[in-house]
């Protein structure tokens, strides 16, 4: 009985059912509508949508051909990944500096900047296409579809796959692999049976994080689709012609999608588990430089990923000065007007882009952080679930979070339709996890005791916090500040869904000028968004010097 008194008293526990409470109104709710929805929902003709699913073959082919798509994308990243994790940990070899920004890469284009750029060289009206067309005399087949889905996705998510694999090769002991190598074993042998089992539960995790990412993938599909049907794109066609009378099919392929990436999700964990190999001491293989033909060939391999990695960054910063008429890019013209148009004539994106991403950044993180302290420090019969809760977006892709929280939020007593709240709200509850795992890998290596002799020396319990706690993390704090950021101001999937004339942003305005054809305009819009997504990570890193990447 005192013992619940006490708890009754502590503020944390009042604290804890507060954030508890938050969670359950903007995230579990919307997922419960689209849930009970996908079961309770009937057409005019008084079908459900899991009857319309089954019986209609575009949706079975949507599920099969992102199944597919994920598949062949997780083959393909891994193919490229974990060669040149290798190649980055075990050798030295010349221009291997420039793979150390590859985490920079994958975090400063956005997709829909990366579909776009892509196709400004591969399209129907690509710089390369008309080349090969014009001078030639070749008729290339189109981007559009696989070719393009393939291609451009798999050179946005092999870094997640490389950077898991490089932890994973960095920190295995080469002494076994010595050990291995000293009893008669060949060194190709020794890394296959010692080594391998070792580090392959990091390539699977990272693999099916890819295969996540891509069921889940909007800017990507729409804009290369073409006639390949795709989950995530049904989806939000039934989002857009559903939204407000009869949201059948919206609920039932987002409760789909949910149920795929739950399904990956895990999967991955149960890989993970099963791998116990445990390195507790020793040191990493030196690196040594490639030689002879065989290295510089694959030193040159390398060198060719890094150049198709920023080639959309080199793509679009030429495509914002290239003077066009309408969808037509005259190459070797040179204007400024697209930008002027940009940041003189219509910055109402900029704007709302800053304004949105910024509101959305200082709320998840003063969220996440208070979340992550109750989840670490402050235990009790609640924080389980506030840390099961708060990763719960991990299994929702964009377009299924902003369709729950339209069904939500976009009538009723709680309208927040037609204006910018929705947006913010889908911008939180999109990046929440990645504010609270920050700061709570930062608080398990805090000891308790620094926080207890504030305590003791009369500093009560939330001034200690302040006062102690907080500035210890404050570098955790800064760096999730700077990826919420970074990712929140390019964010797409669940702001086109939720958004509302005059309130559109960056990515949205890129995305109607591809749907458009406007490549030179969606070019300036992009090159500002790049700079606007850029500033505060090379501020962070190089000023600051904040360990983003560590």
Same mark, same amino acid.
Request: proline share 6%.
């Given at each position: 009985?005192? *013992?619940? /008194?006490?708890?009754? *008293?502590?503020?944390? $526990? ?59 994308? &997780?083959?393909? #990243? ?21 793979? !150390?920004?590859?985490?920079?890469? &994958? ?6 900047? @990366? ?10 009206? @690509? +710089? ?34 490389? /950077? ?41 995790? !990272? ?27 049904? &989806? ?14 919206? !609920? ?25 190999? =445990? ?53 070797? =013209? ?13 910055? %109402? ?26 989840? +670490? ?24 979070? @902003? ?35 920050? #700061? ?12 207890? #002799? ?31 950021? &970074? $990712?929140? +101001? ?9 958004? !509302?004339?005059?309130?559109? $942003?960056?990515?949205?305005? /890129? ?12 070019? %300036? ?15 962070? $890193?190089?000023?600051?010097?904040? *360990?983003?990447?560590?």
């Amino acid at each position: 009985m005192k *013992r619940l /008194i006490a708890l009754l *008293r502590s503020p944390w $526990t009042w604290l804890s059912v507060a954030v508890l409470a938050m969670l359950l109104v903007f995230l579990v709710w919307p997922v419960l509508n689209i849930l009970s929805a996908s079961v309770l929902a009937r057409d005019d003709a008084g079908q459900s949508g899991w009857h319309i699913l089954i019986s209609d073959p575009r949706y079975l082919r949507a599920i099969g051909n992102t199944l597919l798509l994920g598949a062949g994308v &997780t083959v393909l #990243a891994a193919g490229i990944g974990v060669p040149l994790a290798y190649l980055t940990a075990r050798h030295h070899y010349p221009g291997k500096a420039l793979v !150390s920004i590859l985490p920079l890469i &994958t975090l400063v284009i956005p997709e829909v900047i @990366g579909a776009q750029t892509w196709l400004m060289i591969l399209g129907n009206n @690509g +710089v390369l296409t008309r080349a090969l067309r014009d001078g030639l005399g070749l008729d290339p087949p189109s981007f559009y579809g696989w070719p393009g889905l393939l291609t451009v996705m798999t050179f946005t998510y092999y870094a997640y796959i490389y /950077i898991g694999t490089l932890a994973a090769i960095r920190g295995f002991d080469s002494q076994l692999e010595e050990a291995a190598q000293s009893l008669g074993t060949s060194p190709p042998v020794s890394r296959f049976k010692v080594m391998a089992p070792v580090v392959m539960p990091a390539i699977l995790a !990272s693999a099916l994080l890819v295969f996540t990412m891509v069921v889940g993938n909007f800017a990507t599909s729409m804009i290369l689709g073409h006639r390949v049907e795709l989950l995530s794109v049904l &989806t939000y066609q039934a989002s857009v012609s559903e939204t407000g009378s009869d949201p059948v099919m919206q !609920s039932t392929l987002a409760t789909t999608s949910i149920s795929l990436v739950m399904l990956a999700l895990f999967l991955q964990r149960w890989i993970v588990s099963r791998g116990r190999y =445990e390195i507790t001491q020793g040191r990493g293989a030196p690196e040594t430089p490639m030689r002879g033909p065989r290295g510089a060939a694959m030193a040159c391999a390398a060198l060719v990923v890094m150049g198709m990695s920023m080639l959309p960054l080199g793509t679009l910063a030429v495509g914002a000065f290239t003077r066009a008429h309408g969808p037509v890019m005259r190459w070797g =013209e040179w204007t400024i007007a697209h930008l002027e148009r940009v940041l003189v004539n219509a910055p %109402a994106p900029v704007v709302n882009s800053i304004g949105y991403a910024g509101a959305a950044t200082l709320i998840a993180i003063a969220f996440s952080t208070l979340a992550s302290y109750l989840i +670490v420090k402050k235990r009790n019969l609640l924080t389980p679930w506030l840390d099961y809760l708060s990763a719960i977006p991990l299994a929702l892709s964009g377009t299924v979070i @902003g369709i729950g929280l339209l069904m939500t939020f976009g009538h009723g007593a709680f309208d927040l339709s037609g204006t910018a709240s929705l947006i913010v709200l889908a911008y939180i509850v999109r990046r929440l996890p990645f504010g609270v795992r920050n #700061a709570s890998s930062t608080l398990f290596n805090l000891p308790d005791s620094i926080e207890e #002799a504030s305590v003791s020396l009369g500093v009560p319990p939330f001034t200690s916090f302040l006062k102690v706690v907080l500035p210890l993390m404050a570098p955790a704090i800064a760096a999730a500040a700077v990826l919420t950021w &970074t $990712t929140t +101001v390019s964010e797409l999937s669940a702001s086109v869904i939720v958004y !509302s004339p005059g309130h559109e $942003t960056l990515p949205i305005q /890129i995305f109607r000028l591809i749907d458009s054809g406007l490549m030179a305009q969606a070019s %300036a819009y992009g090159l500002v968004l790049i700079t606007v997504i850029l500033a505060p990570v090379l501020l962070a $890193t190089r000023v600051f010097r904040i *360990r983003l990447f560590a």
